[in-house]
């Protein structure tokens, strides 16, 4: 169960964002340690993947569609983010135990899921073969690289044994090389990638629990954050990618609600739930998640943010991030890992272990006694 055993009075926060032993207390299982080494398993990935081969030649590909769920999927949207402004073919991220009718010989489904067990993720995994559509398996093993191997099925094996949301690098960079090897990208992202090793590193030494309450951007926003539901908007669409994943960390690893959107489409339809909220948003904050260069780069985003900012007024806190480094992947990393640290802080806050999902856990397994 979550609770809230601390008083809501800002030195007290600082004090527990600060202190070890809560932490150590709290994060029994290590998500701290694993967030603060995201850079060194970004250049690990970048390494292995220097090795595969996705079995996959040039001009093969109409198409393609990751498909998984939670914490695999994410990769897919971070991927479809940065490579769709490069790529000649549509990439598609599937969420679902089919898959959509267009799924073909010419389709390259990458099937990703951490464990290997997800059944959603195994049943698409059936259907692209029954489509006969190219195919490559992500995983750390469990039943999709063993179903990969026995059918001769092209598979990329990543280090096990963390949760797949903590393995966001190990499954997004094979997927950079799949598509690289596919010659379905205009230009060759690898700039990028250097880009954003560089960038994430930096933001470790930042964000890492041994920065004070003062200096650390994670650990203000979850102060910001803690006791109230977040609204998550992202002003470009890599952005809103990084708001779903605050979205899904806020979930998984604080234990508690949020909600996230994109701009422009929140400007026609979620902006009007604005205007007569003012009971409910009472305890509510919107993190706007904004494009380093918006005013230059996007004036009219701007805009529409500066507006909706006006309308939202005093209804609910705001406050608001913006992204760093100038390629999109780096600027999509540094919003999405400014969001790990930050779910982990406010899982401190609440005083929950970030690791720990029981609940995804006793679903599955109710499901698996299921025929
Ligand atoms: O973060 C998590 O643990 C979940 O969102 C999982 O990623 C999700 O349940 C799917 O499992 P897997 O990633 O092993 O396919």
Known sequence: MVTNPYPSDGTDIARILDDEQTRLRLDRSGMFRLVEAFGAQCREAVELS???????????IRSVVITGLGGSAIGGDMLRAVASPYC??????????????????????????????????????????????RMVCISSGG????????DHVPAIGVPGGQPPRASTGYLFFPMIRVLEEAGVLERSLQSDVAETLDLVDELSQE??????????????LAAEIFGRVPVIYGT???????????????????KCHAFAGTFPEVNHNEILAWEECRRQARRWVVVFLRDAEEEQATPRMARRVAV??????RKATQTEVRSRGSSLMARLFS??????????????????DPTVIRGIDRLKAELAKLK
């Not at 220097?50 to 093969?60: A, C, H, I, Q, S």
């Not at 004070?212 to 951007?217: H, L, Y």
């Not at 994943?245 to 998984?252: F, V």
């Not at 909706?308 to 007024?313: A, D, E, Q, S, V």
């Open 50 to 60: 220097r090795t595969y081969d996705p079995g996959v030649r040039r001009g093969e």
């Open 88 to 133: 000649d073919v549509p990439i598609v991220v599937n969420r679902d135990y089919g898959l959509p009718a267009f799924v073909g010989p010419q389709t390259l489904v990458l099937a990703v899921s951490y464990s290997g067990n997800t059944e959603e993720t195994l049943a698409a995994y059936t259907v692209a073969r029954q489509r006969r559509a």
């Open 143 to 150: 039943e999709l690289s063993r179903r990969a191997q026995a």
């Open 207 to 220: 964000l890492k629990p041994q920065v004070g309450f003062q200096e650390n951007a994670a650990k203000t």
């Open 236 to 254: 470009a669409d890599y952005a809103g990618v990084a708001a779903l994943r605050w979205k899904t960390q806020i979930n998984e690893n604080a």
């Open 308 to 313: 909706t900012r006006r309308l939202i007024g």
């Open 335 to 352: 919003l999405i890992y400014l969001g790990d640290f930050a779910s982990c802080y406010l899982a401190l806050l609440n005083g929950v």
